[in-house]
C-alpha cells in the first residue's frame, strides 16, 4: 500500500501563489502516474494536473500556464506550484497515486483564494 500526505494549502488573495507538497510512502511501484484533483464545495471532483514516474505531465485546461507539477524522486514527493490564483481556484486538494488498478488518496489539503 502507498500513504500520502498533502501539506502547504491555505489562504491566499487573488493573483498569489502557493505551493502544495504531497509526500508517499510504502511500496511504491517503478511505474505510477500521481497527480492533483481538486473538489469545489457542490462541485465534481476534477483533475488539476498529473506526472508519470517517466515524466509525462498532464494539466486541467483551467489551470494551464498557472500551475506547475514537479516531482523529487529521492523523496517521493510531488510538487503543485500554483500561480496566479483566481477565487475559482478555491478547493480541497487531493494528492492521488495510481499504479494499475490500485489507486491511494490523500485527505486533502484546503486552498482557499480570496481577499
Known amino acids: 500500500q502507498v500513504q500520502l500526505v498533502e501539506s502547504g494549502g491555505g489562504l491566499v488573495q487573488p493573483g498569489g501563489s502557493l505551493r502544495l507538497s504531497c509526500a508517499a510512502s510504502?511500496?511504491?511501484?517503478?511505474?505510477?502516474?500521481m497527480g492533483w484533483h481538486r473538489q469545489a464545495p457542490g462541485k465534481q471532483r476534477e483533475s488539476v494536473a498529473s506526472?508519470?514516474?517517466?515524466?509525462?505531465?498532464v494539466y486541467g485546461d483551467s489551470v494551464k500556464g498557472r500551475f506547475t507539477i514537479s516531482r523529487d524522486n529521492a523523496k517521493n514527493t510531488v510538487y503543485l506550484q500554483m500561480n496566479n490564483l483566481k477565487p475559482e481556484d478555491t478547493a480541497l486538494y487531493y494528492c492521488?497515486?495510481?499504479?494499475?488498478?490500485?489507486?491511494?488518496w490523500g485527505q486533502g489539503t484546503q486552498v482557499t483564494v480570496s481577499s
Open positions: 506526472i508519470t514516474s517517466s515524466g509525462i505531465i
Open positions: 492521488k497515486y495510481t499504479y494499475a488498478r490500485y489507486q491511494s
Open positions: 510504502g511500496s511504491i511501484a517503478n511505474f505510477y502516474v
